[in-house]
């Protein structure tokens, strides 16, 4: 059970960070971002090209590389607004969702044509894992959890103790209100690309450390990524943790759990072991999706707008 519990709290700071970013874009601009998963998947390769061209040690490299790699794709998150979403804001938010689609295609395709479609790792050491009860954790993948927890600690400061998170949620709450209060909601936009884009970073690197770092990386965790943002209240960056560790749990829990007494009292299966299959993985969020939906649509902790 140790292990189960080490396993989603990894997953959780995997998805978290990278629905946090989503649901931000989408509380201020009230669009759902396809191409935010492709700028973690940006942010991985240029951490991983920054360190290891440094001459220092691993973990250092590995640091310096992942801040350059968030300023870098949060320019980027940016300068996508600029030439690209802000053109169409006054348009159909599902042409801007489409958009989004192109956008993260061309960022995906780019990394590929820059680094190859191989897969990549980050170039860490070996080393024993550390053993908690009868779990283990490497020294890599307890960064993962520490990184996510201090990001997500330094995003609840931001948004309520500093007049620009105060701005951000007023913009998210009423832009036209927010403007006619002096709000510059132009700069508060672009800030909230920035820091969406570089969580989304952030997110894709972290991704990067517990397994490897390949073009279709951020595609391939598209789906749980909207999953725990939608589950958690789209537009809720609370929600989205929320909704990331419920993701993260179901996935290695629902694995974890033999199902063969409930399969046996309903008369489905006469077996004393039934698990879930590993293929079925990715299949365990959506279910827990639909059920929210049919539920509660607005996701746990979702509220109605006015």
């Known amino acids: 059970m140790i292990q189960i519990l080490i396993d989603s709290l990894i997953r959780t700071s ?20 396809f191409a935010h998963v492709d700028f973690g998947t940006v942010g991985a390769f240029l951490a991983l090209a920054i360190s290891v061209s440094l001459p220092l040690g691993p973990a250092f490299s590995i640091v310096v590389g992942a801040v350059f790699a968030m300023v870098v794709v949060g320019l980027l998150g940016v ?3 600029r030439l690209v979403f802000s053109r169409l804001r ?7 969702m489409i958009t989004s689609f192109g956008v993260g295609i061309v960022l995906r395709y780019t990394a590929q044509a820059i ?10 050491p070996l080393v024993r894992p550390w053993v908690i009860g009868d779990g283990r954790i490497s020294p890599d993948n307890a960064a993962i959890i520490a990184v996510a927890v201090v990001a997500m600690l330094a995003l609840h400061l931001m948004l309520n103790r500093t007049t620009l998170g105060i701005a951000m949620r ?94 046996s009292l309903f008369g489905m299966v006469d077996a004393e072991y039934v698990f879930i299959p590993v293929g079925f993985k990715p299949a365990i969020p959506f279910t827990l999706l639909i059920i929210m939906l049919l539920l509660r649509p607005q996701g746990l902790l979702g509220g109605r707008r006015s």
């Open 79 to 81: 300068a996508s607004d």
């Open 14 to 33: 995997e998805l978290a960070l990278l629905a946090v970013g989503l649901t931000m874009v989408y509380d201020v601009l009230r669009f759902p971002s």
């Open 90 to 96: 006054t348009g159909s938010p599902i042409l801007l």
């Open 170 to 263: 007023a913009t998210a709450d009423n832009p036209s209100l927010s403007e006619a209060s002096g709000i510059y909601t132009e700069r508060v936009i672009r800030v909230v690309w920035f820091i969406g884009a570089a969580l989304a970073a952030l997110g894709g690197i972290t991704l990067g450390l517990a397994t490897q770092i390949q073009p279709n990386m951020g595609y391939e965790i598209m789906l749980p990524v909207f999953a725990a943002a939608i589950l958690g209240g789209i537009g809720n960056p609370y929600g989205a943790v929320l909704g990331a560790a419920v993701v993260g749990f179901a996935e290695n829990v629902g694995l974890a759990i033999n199902w063969g007494a409930l399969f």
């Open 115 to 124: 680094w190859g479609a191989s897969p990549h790792s980050f170039p860490l």
